[in-house]
T-cell receptor, first 111, second 111 residues
Framework: DTAVSQTPKYLVTQMGNDKSIKCEQNLGHDTMYWYKQDSKKFLKIMFSYNNKELIINETVPNRFSPKSPDKAHLNLHINSLELGDSAVYFC??????????FGSGTQLSVL | DQQVKQNSPSLSVQEGRISILNCDYTNSMFDYFLWYKKYPAEGPTFLIS?????DKNEDGRFTVFLNKSAKHLSLHIVPSQPGDSAVYFCAARKYDYKLSFGAGTTVTVRA
């Protein structure tokens, strides 16, 4: 039973499209995150929610909109996809301030 | 501006020998440091951590050393095993709980 699961694992789409990535955790954690791993392999935080409330919002284009319907789910919606959005997106969860548990990632390719 | 740096992108070591991975950071506000391990097509998994009030933490074959004055930490794996072949990320955290990651070091353990 996967602790942090995200779907889809692979996403190939055209520029200008709108797409969503879903994430669910069954660890009972209060905090969830979206990280982006860019072409240089750095993992950079994008957003964090604590109990459905946005607590971290890094400098991310407003085409990216996270949504947390409940504390076990954090989805990422991306509007008007651009070539530079191609990356691996990781969802993660934790108790506040504790170690992160990551999902297996979503490889997004924008053509 | 990368605040956590792993200057060695790769490391090759013979099975049974010691693997030493290095990490440097620039922000003196970091108070907690973590190492994550990542296999291909999987998310990073937590390996070991150390608080800034300590200089060493050991867990089985894994030991992390912290030199605050040098803003440097290292991960020792002894003895190295084939299953240790993976990408290792160093991460550092401030009071705001944001994790800053290095670019990773790919470890290959040769039989």
């Amino acid at each position: 039973d996967t602790a942090v699961s995200q779907t889809p694992k692979y996403l190939v789409t055209q520029m200008g499209n709108d797409k969503s990535i879903k994430c669910e955790q069954n660890l009972g954690h209060d905090t969830m995150y979206w990280y982006k791993q860019d072409s240089k392999k750095f993992l950079k935080i994008m957003f964090s929610y604590n109990n459905k409330e946005l607590i971290i919002n890094e400098t991310v284009p407003n085409r990216f909109s996270p949504k947390s319907p409940d504390k076990a789910h954090l989805n990422l919606h991306i509007n008007s996809l651009e070539l530079g959005d191609s990356a691996v997106y990781f969802c993660a969860s934790s108790e506040m301030g504790e170690k992160l548990f990551f999902g297996s990632g979503t490889q997004l390719s924008v053509l | 501006d990368q605040q956590v740096k792993q200057n060695s992108p790769s490391l090759s070591v013979q099975e049974g020998r010691i693997s030493i991975l290095n990490c440097d950071y620039t922000n003196s506000m970091f108070d907690y440091f973590l190492w994550y391990k990542k296999y291909p097509a999987e998310g990073p998994t937590f390996l070991i951590s150390i608080s800034s009030i300590k200089d060493k933490n050991e867990d089985g074959r894994f030991t992390v050393f912290l030199n605050k004055s040098a803003k440097h930490l290292s991960l020792h794996i002894v003895p190295s095993q084939p299953g240790d072949s993976a990408v290792y990320f160093c991460a550092a955290r401030k009071y705001d709980y944001k994790l800053s990651f290095g670019a990773g070091t790919t470890v290959t353990v040769r039989a």
